[in-house]
C-alpha cells in the first residue's frame, strides 16, 4: 500500500505541514493526510480587523500580478501540486495541466482592474466611504466593507480556486477555504506563492486553507457561526450545498453558485455545407468536453434546428471529433459509467426514436432522441435532440441552466430573452464556453458586490 | 445424463440443496452458465450486444460473465417519455430487448391502456408475468418471467419454509400479509404465493386490499419531471400531498383491520410476512391493546424484510424486540438475502449466514464492479453479483448495489460455504467522498415536496 499523500494547510497565511489525519479516499484511489485542524485557528474574532481590511485595493492588485508572475515562472509552485494532484488520481493529469496553464491568467492586471471596476463599481467604494445623496438627504456615507468568508470550494478544474483567492482578495476581508478532496493542492498552490513573495503581506494574513470532510460535525458546527463568519459561498455540490443549508440563517448567508447543467443551441444554418458543419461540429465538441465534461459549463445537451437526418449527420461528425484530443479534456480515456451505460446500451436497440454513435470506452458517446434521455450525461457524452426552431428549444431551458452555447452567435439576440426568462444565465458563440471573462455577473449575480458588506453611515454630511 | 441447468434445477426438491461444497457446485455453475448464455444471446438482445462488445463467446471461467451483468438501471431504461405518451408498443419495443419471451407488439392487446398498471395486466394476458419494483428515484423497473419462474418462485419459497423450519406449507394457517393485495409488484406476488402456500381459506388478510400500482411510483417521477420544468403548478403539488397523507390515512385504518384480525387468531400457528417498519406499527398496536411478548403461538412462522432506508425511523434493537414480541424462535423466522431480480434468494440458516443457493453464482467483485475478487477461499468483501442461472424469462445475470462479505469457508452450521454474513448497500456506506463540482442536475431543485 502506497503512503497517503501529504496535504499541506494553510492557516492564516502560516504554512501548515503535517499528516496526523489519514483520510481513506474513494475506491483504488490513494488516501491523502493533513495536519490535524484546530478549530480555534480557522476563526478571526471581529472585534479586530482583517489585516487587509485597510489596504488599497490597488495595492492589492499589484501584489496579485505578483502573485501570477510567479505561478507563470520556474519557481511556481504549481508543478508540486500538479504532482500530488496526479498521485490522487492520474485520470486528472490533462485537466490540470491545461488548468494550471491557464492559471497565471486570472492575476492579469487589466483583468483584476475590470472586476473592481465593473463589478464593485470602483476602487473607492471598497477603500472607503463614499458620498451618495438619496432625495431629501444632505448625503449619506456607503462602504463596501471587507466581508469574513467560509469558501466551499468545488474541485472539478483549477479555476475555481483561482477565481475564489482573486475575488476574495479583492474583497479584503477574511477567508477560509474548505478544501474539495478532488482538488486540495491549487488554492494551497497559489496561496504558497503569495507566502513565497512575502509571508508578511496582509493579503496572505488574511487567508485559511485547509481540508475537512464535508459535513464533518466536529468542524462546521463550530466554525459555520455568524460570529466569525458572514456568508457561506458554496460553489455547487448538491451534498455542500444542503449542510451549509444547515447552518444558513440569520447573520450568516449562503452565497451558492448553484449545480448547473449547460446546452448548445445549433441553428439550420450549420448545415449550410459540408464544411460549415464540420466546423459547428468541432466548436459543438469543444463546449461538451470543457474540464472533461465535469464543470457545470460543459455542454451536455445539444439541440439541433433541423430534421432526424440532419441531426443524425451531425451526430456523426460529433462523435469522430469527440474522440479526438481536446484542450481542455484528458488523454486517458475515463470509460462511460455502468449508469449510463446500462440505459444507452438499450437506447440503442430502440432505433429509429433513439440512435447510439461511439463506445462505453470514454472516447466519446452520442445519443439522438426526440426529447432530452432521461440520464445526466456525462464522461464525453452528448445527448443531441433535434428540434423544428432553436426558439422552441427554450422549453427544455430550466433553472438549473447555466451556459447556452449559440450557433450562429448572431442568433442570440432573437433567443437571449426567452432563454433569459426560462432560467439561462449566461449565453456565448458556440465553442466558447470555457471562456470565462472575469467582471461579469456569473449565476446571475455580481460576485464582488455580492460578496462585501453594504454599510451606509447616514445623514453624516 | 441431463443438462447442467436441468440438474442444477433439480436440487430444489432435495432435502437440503444447500449442502454441497462449492468444489462439486462450482464446475456444474460454469456448465449451466455457458449453456444459458448461448440459448439467452439469442433471444436478449442486450445481452448479445454486451458479449460482442466484451469478445466474450462462451463462459469458460467466473471472469467471463463479469462483463455480462445487467444492474436494476437496465430494467428501467425505458424513456419515460414512452410512458407519459403512451406509446405502450414502444414500451413492448423495450421490454423484448431485455426478455428472453419471443415478444410481438401485435400479440398483445394494447387498445385502451392507460398506464402502466394495464400494460403490465396485458403482458400477462399474453403470458409475460412481468413484474414491477418501485425504484427511490420515482420510475419503476420492468421484469420479464415465464410462467414458469412464477412456479419456481413458489417452489423456493416453499422450500424456505421446509428448510429453515421443517414446516411444509399446508395451507392451513391464518395469514398476515403487510402489504398490498395483487398489483405488478414483486412482493405482491410473492405475498400472494405465501397466501396460497400457508393460507387457511378465508383466513388470509392483507395490510390493504388495494393493489400495488406501478403507475402510482410512476406518476410521482413525472411529477417531479413537470415541477422541474416548472409546469406543475403549485396546487398540482399540493393534490398530490393530500393524496400521499389520503394514502397514509387508509394505511392505518388497514393496519388497526389487520390487527383485529391477528388479536383473533392469536393463539394459532400463524404465518406473518411484511417490512420490519410496519411490522412495528402492528406491535404498538398490540401492545396498545395490551397483548404482551410472547403471546403468539410458537410455531409461526414470520418473513420480515427490508433494508436500512426502510427501517431509517425505527429505533436500534427493533429486530430484537420484534423477535421477542413474535416469541420467534430462529428458525420459524424466514430471513434471506435477495433482491426482486433473482428468484427467491440465500436463505438464512440457523446459525444466521445466508447461504448461496447452488443455482446461483456468486460474483464477489470490486467495488467498481468490474473484477472479480481474486480469491475464492476464506472471507471476502466487494460487490455482490450473482447469474441466477434458473431464469427463464430473462438473463439472470445482475451486479448489485450491495457490499457484502462472504465466507467460503464452512458454516456454523455445518455446511459447506459460501455464505453472505453481511451485507451493507453501499449508497449507506459511510463514503461519501466529498469530490464537489459545479455541475449539477436538476434533481438539486426539486425539493421537499415530494416524498
Redesign the interface.
Known sequence: MNEPVAVTHIVAGRVVEGTEVVHP????QRSFATPKLAVDSLVWPRHTPGPAFDLPVGEIIDFLVATGALLRSDASPLDDALRSAVQLDPTRASVLEHGYRKLPEHFDRASLEFQVQHDLGGAEVIDGWCTVHPPGSNGCSVRAFPPRLVH?????GPG?AATTIVQAALTKGLHLLKL???DLFTATAILRSMVAIDPEHPVVRSFSAVYW???DEAVEPYVFRPQWFDKLVA???????RSALRYAGPGLELVS?????SISLIGREAFESEATLTTVAELAVADATVSNQ???A?SRYQFVEGNVEESDRFCTLLVGRLTAFRPHATATPRPTP??IR??V??????EP??RVWG??DGDGLVVR???P??F?P?HRTVNVVPVDSLGSAT?FV???TQTVGIYPPARSIELRDSLAR?GAQRLVPLGRASLWRPGLPHDAMYPLRRLVRWIVDQETI | MSDAVTQLTALMDEDDPFAYPDGEVLPVQLEAAAQRLAERRTQVRVLDARARDASIDTVRALDDMVPLLFSHTTYKSYPELFVSEGRWDRMCQWLQTLSALPLHPDDVELSGVVDVDDWVCRLRDAGHFVFSSSGTTGKCSFLDQSRSDVDRSVRLQRLHARWSAGIDAQSDRPVFLLGPKGGTSRWGESFDNYARLFGRPRAVYYLSNRPYSAAETNRLGILRRAIAEGRAMPGDVADHERYIAQREEEIRGGLRDLVDALVAHLGEPLFLAGMWSQFWLVMQELRARGIPDGSFHPDTLARLFGGRKATQGLPSGFEEQICRFLGLDPSRHLRAYGMVEIAHGFPACRAGRFHRPPWIVVLVLDRGGKRLATCREGVVNGRMALVDLTIEGRWGGLVTGDNVTVDHSRCPCGRPGPTVTRVVRYTDLDEDDDKLTCAGTIDAYVRGMIR
Open positions: 479516499n474513494r475506491g483504488d466551499v470550494l468545488a474541485g472539478n475555481v474539495p478532496s478532488n470532510k464535508g459535513g460553489w455547487g455540490g448538491e451534498a455542500a450545498l453558485f448553484d449545480p448547473k447543467v465535469e464543470s457545470c460543459a455502468a449508469e446500462d440505459e446500451e438499450v437506447l440503442r436497440l430502440l426514436d433513439y463506445s462505453y432522441s426526440m426529447a434521455v432521461d445526466h456525462t422549453r430550466t433553472v438549473a426560462a
